[in-house]
C-alpha cells in the first residue's frame, strides 16, 4: 500500500481557535492546530492512528513524527501526525488540540476513508502524556462549542504509548524538567496543576485499552511514571498490557529502536497486541 503525505489539515478557522495567541506564534507553533495526514490511497477504509511526537512541551521531535505515521501506514492504517501546541503555549493545550483532533477524525470519516470505532492515538515522552490526557478528559470541554466539530465523540478506540510523562510527580522528572515546572508553575498553584494534568492521577474506569512500553535505564522519563500509571489503571480494571525493557534510554520511538536489542521488540509486540484487540486484521 502506498502512503500520501498531503497538505495539512487545520482543526479550527484562525478566529475560532481557543486560547489562542499570536504573539506565541514561533517557529515550534508554526503548524500549530494542524494535523499532517499520510493517507493509504486503496479506496478501502482503515483504522487511523493519531501520532503525538514528544519534545519536551517546547518543540516536536521529528523522528517521532512522520517515521512513526510512516509504520502505521505499513499496518493498514491512515496516520495523522498532530502539530498540537507548545510553550509559549499552556504544555497541556497538546490535549485539547488532541481531543479536536479525534473529533475531526470522526467528523470526516467518510471522507478520509476511517473506520469510525477504530481510530487510536499513539504518543510518545510529551507526547504521550498529551495523548493520554485526551483519553482521560475526552469528555471535558474547556472552552465554549465553536462549531459541528465539536460535538462529536473524542474518546480514542485505543491508546499507544512510548516512554511516556504519565506522572508529573517530580521525583520521576529529570532535571530540566523540574527546572521547567518551576518555571512556569507557581509553587502554590503546583498541587492543583497535578492534580488536573498528571496522567496517574486523572485514570477513570472504561478507558480505551492501552499499550504501554518503557525502559528501566531512561534518564529523561523515569520508568517509575510509568509504573505509578499503570498501577492506576490496575485499580480500576482498565484493559492494558506494559512492557518494561531493561535498557534502550529515552527517545528511540521506530527507526533507531529497530537497532537495539530488547526495545526492537516494541512494534511486533504492540502489532500482535493491536490484533489480539480487534484493531488490526
Known sequence: MKEIKNHLITLWEEENIPFYHEEYHCDANQNACTLTPFLLKDGK?????????????????????????????SLGFHAFVVNYRVIPYHPYLGCIDGKRAVRYLRAHATELGIVENCIGVAGFSAGAGNACLVAETFDKMEYDTTDRLDTFCAKPDFCIFGYGALSL???????????????????????????????????????????????????RVSVFAALAFVQELQKKKNTYEFHIFPSGGHGKSVTEAAEIGGICQWMALAEDWMRREGFLQ
Open 45 to 73: 477504509k482503515h483504522g487511523a492512528v493519531l501520532v503525538f511526537p514528544g519534545g519536551g512541551y517546547t518543540h516536536h521531535s521529528e523522528k517521532e513524527g512522520e517515521p512513526v505515521a510512516l509504520y502505521f501506514n
Open 169 to 219: 510527580k517530580m521525583e520521576f522528572m529529570s532535571s530540566s524538567d523540574v527546572e521547567m515546572f518551576e518555571r512556569i508553575v507557581p509553587e502554590k498553584a503546583r498541587e492543583g496543576f497535578l492534580k488536573s494534568y498528571s496522567c496517574d492521577a486523572l485514570v477513570r474506569e472504561k478507558m480505551p485499552p492501552i499499550f504501554i512500553w518503557h525502559t528501566a535505564d531512561d534518564e
